[in-house]
């Protein structure tokens, strides 16, 4: 194989993995988001009186283990308004759960 043929095919498998690793990172972000929403509605969190606390929700200076997504998607839901978050630090939903995981499928 000439060097040219192996810089290009180096070059696209760089490519190839960089993008196989996002689409990876947004598929465990979505998983996290739906098991966030199906926290909050199986706690009953519909809204501020009834929110409660995500001891998931801040990340912690040492991390051992895998990658945790769900600080990150939880403040997404936070920012796109799906999720709502009292003065105290507690978290609710503002819409339908149902509603959202089919808008997440579909």
């Known amino acids: 194989m ?3 043929i192996q810089i290009i095919t180096g070059i696209l498998l760089l490519i190839l993995i960089f993008v196989l690793t ?3 990172s947004a598929w465990r972000i979505r998983r996290a988001i739906v098991g966030i929403i ?17 001891p998931y929700a801040r ?3 040492l991390r051992f283990g ?16 799906v999720v709502g978050l009292t003065e105290d630090g507690r978290y609710y939903l ?4 149902d509603l959202l995981l089919s808008r997440l499928n579909g």
């Open 66 to 81: 895998a990658r945790d997504f769900r600080p990150k998607a939880v403040a997404s839901l936070v920012s796109s308004g």
């Open 38 to 54: 199906r926290d909050l509605e199986s706690q009953s969190a519909v809204d501020p009186s009834s929110a409660v606390m995500l």
């Open 59 to 61: 990340t912690r200076l």
């Open 22 to 24: 996002r689409r990876v």
């Open 94 to 97: 503002k819409e339908r759960a």
């Open 2 to 4: 000439s060097e040219t």
